[in-house]
């Protein structure tokens, strides 16, 4: 049974959850170069005290790292390699468009908590944390993260966050791609109810080489809808109007035509090797990180 | 052309008229529907796949019930306004419509096979078809009287309904009467103001148009004026002549008459172009007597004669005659006809006189004692107790009064010889003297016979009658012989006596005639017609809805009369004792019979005998006053209807928008 998320007044973070997520870290599929020394080892060798293995030297190689107790023993010249530690580009997309204030609790709550969460593994791993609203705006308002210490500050950022202005999902990513030149590990938490698509949006993420997850947040309402009688639907973002009579055909083709939309959004970023996970605002997001994320290889 | 004829009158034309817009009201605001705001209406569209089609077309979908119900609406609209064409509109706008209903019009050769009057009934429903918004209409159903079965009015249902009541009647035909109601209001009637000695008009003239729907066997009117009426003859039936044989006469002699022979003739007609050989057979109380196979000539007739001697033995009852023609032809009425032999009948008279040996000797004839039972009464009888009920319970036929007068009429006929009668009615003047008969009515059935101009008379009275009496010998002052009626009875009255008693007492003769042949002759006939003498004669019949005085064989309270169908009806007499049937519509024999009888008293026929209906070639021509119509048998142009048509649309709509009302659920 899906326990039930947190509700919106709630603190984004629990100590019990912090406690949880102390005890993970992000995982990147690919070998990204940290601009800073983290406390991760990289697939990358490099400098550290943790040993990955030994290799010839060839002239030109550092002495320092020449295993001298070898070289006395077999005579030959064989140089230590260790696991590089550097920091991780961590970046967490929140779509902030007027849909996402639906839901109990709200989908932007929801998308806040989960990126608090992400962040908050991110930091525990001084990795470099940077949560952004999609709002399209030039220039980004969000602060880097980093270190434990970053909690309070990003928590109370993530608070601030809101919906704003529609801005079609594409044009913030274009807009985001456009600032974060960096690679690294990307997190875009939407409901993709975006009626100009996700393609372009999802494709701009790929083009930056970075490694892309997706979590697709749907409310209950939205997964299964309870509404009767003739109504006029009206778009929260858009205004445009959808007039229905209800009827149990209605709702199981509607119901068809969500899981068609899923399944082929998945399609879609299994294609690209974007990792999709889609998720209900009734499932808690330790349960999500702990179990669906873990599963999905973004934690560990 | 009339494309449009309305069922409706204005109101409810308005109250329909709002329907469409009740529906337009009512369904926007049915379709007031609740706003719901949801994150997107994105998969929404998609499942409802409406964004992707015009949006004219999806304006239009989005309404589609408003529209098959305003649709719906629209169709019973024009259901209402009842659309057809190919009718001419009639010019005018009064219209008499008169249908024949008389016998000859249940003739069945029409080209549909129905009968003359179906089809003329469908004629004029036709005609009314054609009439425009506003016309109005009357109309007169006539055989030998009209009816007027509907007064003008502008409502054509009511009109067509009224058509399709008229019913078969077997009546003759005679136009005159309905003409005269038709031009009622057309040439309304003038009258002399007596200040100015000038004749006015009462109302101002509507005139009309006159259909006349007949197979033209109607007596010709020369004296009718149409003034304002247009008249349009539409013959019905064909005018090929059709094949009909039918009986146009059908009578029973009289032995006594006859040289004690019982017979009974009949005459058949053939109005067709072709000779035609019929059986005839002759039925006596239902059993067949006798049969015939005779040859009609083409456009004559012919005679039959059966011989019924064997029926005069036991010849106690009325006997019913009925002879049919065999052959079925396309006018089946007159192929039956009815007649009866009665019983012979002896009579009862009354000879009042002081002495008259003439009298005595003439009835004591075998010729008169065969015929009636002659009393003799002296002049005191009369205001005696015996002679006060004789005379009022109907004992006697005739009484003759010879030289006397009672107080009273008795119920009875009378002969006043010499006297005058008791009351106002009749007058009689002072002897004058002498006589000279200058004229006799010789075409009377009581002066058959009776040669006067070789008679003398010395002394005779003027006469003058009540109203509707008739003289039978005129002297040189005036009549000085009448018959008047009194009821069902008859008053003759002979202003000279045929002796007369001087101031000596002694008998004078007054008159020779009582020397000459045509007083045995005359006493004979008045012993018959007056004294209703002994015969076998057919009873008082008549034609369909004539009106029958008849006189039973006792003065009866009450009798009860069996029609041609078997309905009984009761009968109450008039004060003079004698009945009148009115209700004779049918042809056949109406029984008599009172309550207190076993047996019939009397059985009347009823016979059209009317060679004029017999004879049904239609005529092609129809002549009224001065003006000849000549009418061509063509069907009237039937509008057609599209009415039906409309509605199984509007039926078709209705399923419609019941399946997408039902799938719009539960989609």
Redesign the interface.
Known sequence: MIETATLADEPLLSPALLAQLERMELVSRKIFRGRMKGERRSKRKGQSVEFADFRNYVPGDDLRFIDWNLYARLDKLLLKLFLEEEDLHFYSLIDVSESMRFGTPTKLHYAKQLAASLGYIGLCRSDRVKIEALDGAAASGAPVFRGKRSLGRMVDYVQSIDTSANVPLADAVKAFCLRNRGKGILVLISDLMDKTGYDAALKFLVAQNMDVYVIHVLSQEEIDPEILGDLKLVDCEDHDTAEISVSQRLIDRYRATLAAYIEQTRDFCQRRGIVYTMTSTERSVDRLVSRYLRHQGLVR | MNWFDSALAGPQWLLLGLVPVAIFLLYFLK?R????????????????E?LHVNSLWQRLR?NLLMFLQLLLALLLLISCLRPGCQGTQLQGTRFVFLVDQSASMSATDTTSGQSRLDFAKDEAIKTIDRMKKGDSAMVIAFSDVSRTIQSYTTNGSLLKNKIRSIRQTQRSSDIIEALNAASGLANPGRTSDRASGRDVQVAESKPATMFIFSDGAVKEVPEFFLGNLTPEYRPIGSFEPPNNVGIIALSVSDPIENDSQLQCYARLFNSDDQDHSVKVTLNVEGDIFDAQSVDVPRNGAVGLVFDLNSLLSGLDQPRRIHLVIEDDDVYMQDNEAWSVINPPRESNVLIISAGNEYLDLVTETSRITEVANVFREDVGFVGSEKYEEQTTLGFYDLVIFDGCAPDKMPLCNTVFWGSAPPGEDWKVAKVTEPTSIIDTNASHPLMLASQMTNVNVLKSSVIEGPKGSVSLVDASDGSIMRLGTRGGFQDLVIGFAMQTITEDDEVAINTDWMTKLSFPIFIQNTMMILGNGKNYQASVGGQPGELLKFRTSLPFDTVNVIGPEGRKTKLLPRPDKTFVLNDTSRSGLYAIQAPVQDSVDIVLPVNLFDRNESNVVVRDKMTLGYKELAGEIASEPTRQQYWMWFLLLALVILVLEWYIFNK????
């Open positions: 379709l529907r609740t706003p719901v705001e949801v994150p997107s209406t994105f998969l929404w569209t998609k499942a409802l409406d989005r719009r659920i539960l989609l």
